[in-house]
């Protein structure tokens, strides 16, 4: 190929990696790079969660792309991706579109909703800046209201979180800790507030550890949080949800309802016609998409099978930054007319924090680790990251060096 | 009198001044003081409208009682007044009821709507701490919706101000300057935000030295603000403000109407029998209530006459302060069975300040100042009110010390 046109699409963990591996690994003259994103900003999906409960400002979460780039070598638009087509092998933006040679497609999730009636009129989610900042300001705005009307509402005090899964436990984690402070600021009495986990399964975290998954849930309820297991969630309305717990109906007043239960691939990639299994590329070893030798899907569009174990790989940002390696090196190959590698995943471990200053996780070998601890294991992940992304600089701007509390 | 029960109504700049010189003033044994306020903190409402905009902290413009009172010389009660019932010597509160020998009422001031259509339902204002930061959220909420919806709702990004009186140009100038921030952190161009000010008079600050308020308009207009002068605002819906200008109605879409223009005595005053003059006690020169030798009223609640010039004092803290003051040394004649002084209001001067770095100001002998000099005076006015009422240990944790910017 001659200069081929690489487009990288998202600037996610899994799209940024990607482009700044193949910006160090591709000469000038080798190839033109262009990464398409939605926002000019790359943010840490999984730190959204401390800007929805209020503990850390969205602005820390988010670095401009413009910082972490070489604009000299790599073209940015800031755009929407509408649709890819791949027989055309072009891209078409909301304002424009792209021809490639070769297509990175990292465009990540999207909150599900599952066809719940009124979920997605009357709860938030935790998917981006944008909404993890609106639950921030929802919650604040709703306790505000609580002491500007004469009646007391309770629906303005009560916090449903929909789901106890990862996202759901770690938002649980700040919110205990943000909740005694907030009543503070708006002069509530905190014995008034109530934070109630819904979750479907017979317990929270399901999957993990269960002496760990204890641990969590003993955390969590010492600083205030009610857990209703095996509840599904029927409706969301206004002023109240209804769930249904062992085949009878509840409804429980609420006006902070956040659903962090439901997980989808980004639907541009069903709606573009590549071969999808629950909305995933099942992708080859190599991460191409089945049909197209000129197409890697990465992160939580790909479906990715351990090949050890034939275990699906999770969507984390972990196995996105692992995808991002392989495909910048297999797209080099392309470029190169060598032979591609396969994609092994590496499972180093999995920490769920619940606060600033707990959290649980499996290292290497099974090894279970709780408390500072994990805390600990969980900001070094975190600063390695950025490290890898930007060096030095945007680990002393943006990392977590209050390690120990 | 035999140890006569003292008891101040209202712990705002009246009310706490009052108590604090009284508690120096008189021995344990000479009476027993009682101060009744709504809140568990006194307020600076002088500075109300940087909290509302966001640019200072609620928990920065108020202060623990127990922090600048001495509760081994003063009953502090935590109450809502109702009514005072000055043939029984007795005060109402929502669960108790006292009995007074003396009686200070302060009870300041409230917003007055003026039957304006809608606008208790729909518009926001400045009075107290819990509206000034639901203020604040709202516009935050608003904000965040914006990026939410699909479809771009500009009345979210419209900022009505109902009034250009002192209140309501003080919030413009801190709302000015921090719009641009959060149009930052809320990733909106801000072009698309409008900050809209209403005037029912010909031009804002009406009575201000014209050349001050020329400079005022200036230094807003600069920062984005519109005026829409002889303008009466006639409506308030969800999604709008209707107001009437030469005769015309006009449609203003807006979710964001914050309410600067009315201010009225506390009704409760009113409600309680005593003779009023557009809802304030017309008091004597001691600051007696015209028929109750036992009552004084200070603050908004009184309506107080210059001798010298024949001028109502204007509602203002500085006023409140002052009068504090001599209701103090009345209360002490009384208890001493001695001879009342007269209250003569000193003015020494009235600023306004344009936002954190500029403001205008009239000062003795009608000096006028404006831009840095003018907000150095209002900030050596705040910190030497911080300092009279809780001294160095006050002054250091809420005073104002970047002067020069």
């Known amino acids: 190929m001659n200069r081929p046109n690489i487009v990288i699409l998202g600037a996610g963990y899994g799209g940024i990696m990607t482009t700044i591996k193949l910006q160090k690994m591709l000469k000038l003259n080798e190839a033109n790079i262009t990464l398409v994103n939605i926002n000019d900003y790359h943010y840490q999906t999984t730190w959204l969660h401390e800007s929805a409960a209020g503990t850390l400002h969205h602005d820390q979460i988010r670095i401009p792309i413009r910082n972490i780039i070489n604009l000299d070598k790599i073209n940015f638009v800031l755009d929407k991706v509408v649709s890819i087509k791949p027989e055309e092998k072009k891209v078409k933006l909301e304002t424009s579109e792209l021809s490639y040679d070769i297509l990175v497609v990292g465009l990540g999730f999207e909150a599900a909703t599952y066809g719940i009636e009124g979920l997605e009129e009357h709860a938030l989610t935790i998917d981006n800046i944008n909404n993890a900042r609106l639950v921030r300001d929802h919650l604040n705005y709703n306790f505000a209201m609580y002491n500007k009307e004469n009646e007391s509402n309770q629906a303005r005090l009560n916090i449903v979180v929909g789901g106890g ?8 984690g700040e919110l205990a800790n943000r909740i005694p402070e907030m009543c503070e600021e708006y002069d509530i009495d905190k014995n008034l507030v109530r934070i109630i986990n819904i979750e479907a399964a017979p317990s929270i975290l399901p999957g993990f550890d269960p002496f760990l998954v204890e641990y969590a849930i003993n955390s969590l309820e010492a600083r205030g949080v009610e857990f209703i297991t095996r509840a599904k969630l029927k409706a969301c309305k206004p002023g109240c949800i209804v769930y249904e717990r062992d085949g009878e109906q509840f409804e429980l007043p609420t006006m902070n309802t956040i659903w962090a239960a439901g997980v989808r691939a980004n639907s541009v990639v069903e709606a573009s016609g590549f071969e999808t299994n629950s909305g ?22 790909a479906l990715v099978k351990n090949p050890s174990s034939g275990n699906t790989c999770p969507p984390t940002a972990q196995m996105a930054v692992q995808q991002a390696a392989t495909a910048a090196e297999n797209v080099k190959a392309l470029v190169h007319d060598k032979k591609l590698e396969e994609f092994t995943p590496k499972d180093s471990g999995t920490v769920a924090s619940l606060g600033n200053n707990d959290a649980i996780g499996i290292f290497l070998n099974n090894q279970k680790l709780l408390g500072w601890k994990a805390t600990f294991m969980k900001k070094m992940i975190d ?3 950025l490290f890898k992304l930007g060096g030095v600089n945007l680990l002393m701007k943006n ?4 390690i120990f509390y």
Chains 1, 2 share one sequence.
Do not use: M, Q, S
Request: net charge negative; aromatic share 14%; with cysteine.
């Open 280 to 301: 995933k590329v099942e992708v080859r070893r190599d991460l191409r998409a089945p049909d197209y030798d000129d197409v890697f899907v990465i992160g939580d569009c």
């Open 383 to 385: 600063n390695r990251y």
């Open 399 to 402: 990392g977590k060096f209050n």
């Open 165 to 172: 899964g990862l996202t759901g436990v770690e938002f649980l």
